[in-house]
């Protein structure tokens, strides 16, 4: 049986020169023209270093993009992941033909329709009524059709009260309703969606990924979706690719790259040791943080739903009393989940450990964010917000989603704890 691709990608590539712009372009321009004239190579596209935003290159040009071969068939949802500055916007721009590729080409059959940034496509000074009627001229359709369709959009986005207003008046979350509701709804062959849904709010998320799934099982079309949330990348995708600094790492079935991605992330690590040369002069400082199970199994992915404990390594330089160790997580949007913290000790000098155990909250698969704080009753000695990070790893089923969440808003005191001698 022969495949139905509707969507294919070939040696992509994309360079982008760094610096102001304006600046020393023109010798570039002619130089690349001397070599167009000539029947050469551009000469820039031999130099260029990979996209890595976390460190100092050599030269002018890096490529955001590098040699990316996929395709896609008819109902497929492909999930595309990699950690901030990995390439996936720019991929998706590229395939929605808002940017050209440096090198190779994009073959597709149907619309695209695009929801990349808030307002994308849209005229602040129209209102949003007159926006879908422009969003669906531009996807190629006539006004009938897009009347026929108008009552739809404007429920599903829930900006009914406002949909005579000027866009420019929108918030970014009524903006984002109405955007995907107008992509979604005007019958794209192919949806492309950025983690731009993120700045709706739960209810909208939830319908928004619903209607993907509609739109993909139910109609036959395919969808492309960016995030970073991958409990709704493997409940939505059927296949997924990771990028790392602009280039293809693999690709295949979700839970298989999902799960090659968390275990490759430097950031998802059981053991961290802590920076101590600010911190050592102080009359406590923490050392390490450790994650594991409660056997005492360091794991970087804890499964979701099972009880985990952090252990803290401090230092005591010299004897202290009334001295509490807290351990605060945080969401990937840095929002207090829960905070607990250690009866109050009196310790003299030497090497301890704190162990915090979770068994009661359950959160769902994702990454969250781990803090510690040190203090002398309401006295701060240390706050430790540095990267450290704990993943959960399983992805709910529709049973348990009811029950394992995420309590909204600081929850206190909820982890048991105790301290002792390292």
């Not at 990316?68 to 999930?79: A, D, K, M, S, T």
């Not at 929801?115 to 129209?126: A, K, P, R, Y």
């Not at 540095?386 to 982890?415: A, H």
Request: hydrophobic fraction near 35%; include cysteine.
């Amino acid at each position: 049986m022969s495949k139905d691709i509707i969507l294919k990608a070939e040696n992509i590539s994309k360079q982008y020169r760094l610096g102001q712009v304006g600046t020393g372009t023109l010798s570039h321009d002619l130089n690349r023209w001397w070599h167009q004239v000539r029947g050469k190579e551009d000469p820039y596209l031999k130099i260029g270093d990979t996209n890595d935003r976390s460190t100092k290159g050599t030269s002018d040009y890096v490529w955001a993009l590098q040699d990316i071969n996929f395709e896609v068939e008819r109902g497929e949802v492909l999930g595309i992941i990699g950690k901030n500055g990995a390439g996936k916007s720019t991929l998706l721009k590229i395939l929605s033909k808002v940017t050209a590729p440096t090198t190779g080409s994009i073959k597709s059959r149907g619309r695209i329709a695009s929801l990349l940034e808030v307002g994308t496509g849209f005229n602040g000074e129209m209102t949003g009524r007159e926006n879908i009627f422009l969003n669906g001229a531009i996807l190629g359709m006539t006004k009938k059709e897009i009347a026929s369709k108008l009552d739809e959009i404007i429920e599903f986005s829930g900006c009914e009260r406002y949909i005579d207003t000027p866009v420019k008046r929108y918030s970014s979350g009524m903006t984002v309703r109405l955007a995907f509701a107008v992509a979604a709804f005007l019958e794209p062959e192919i949806l492309v969606v950025d983690e731009v849904l993120a700045v709706g709010d739960a209810e909208f998320q939830k319908k928004a990924i619903g209607k993907m799934q509609d739109i993909s099982r139910g109609e036959g079309r395919t969808v492309l979706f960016v995030s970073h949330n991958m409990a709704a990348i493997q409940k939505l995708c059927t296949k997924c690719i990771l990028l790392k600094n602009g280039k293809f790492i693999t690709g295949g079935k979700t839970e298989d790259v999902i799960q090659y991605y968390l275990e490759q992330s430097q950031e998802n690590k059981c053991e961290y040791i802590l920076d101590t040369q600010k911190s050592k002069n102080k009359r406590v400082f923490a050392t390490s943080l450790k994650v594991g199970d409660l056997d005492g199994n360091l794991m970087s992915e804890i499964p979701v739903g099972k009880p985990w404990k952090i252990k803290v390594n401090f230092t005591v330089n010299e004897n202290i009393n009334n001295l509490i160790i807290a351990i605060g997580i945080a969401d990937v949007h840095e929002t207090p989940i829960s905070t607990s913290w250690s009866l109050p000790q009196e310790l003299e000098a030497g090497n301890y450990s704190a162990t915090f155990i979770e068994e009661t909250i359950k959160f769902n698969s994702g990454q969250y964010k781990l803090m510690i704080g040190i203090s002398r009753g309401s006295e701060s000695i240390e706050y430790i917000d540095n990267e450290m990070f704990v993943v959960f790893s399983d992805v709910i089923n529709e049973k348990e989603e009811s029950v394992i969440n995420n309590k909204s808003g600081l929850i206190s005191n909820q982890m048991k704890s105790y301290v002792g001698k390292d």
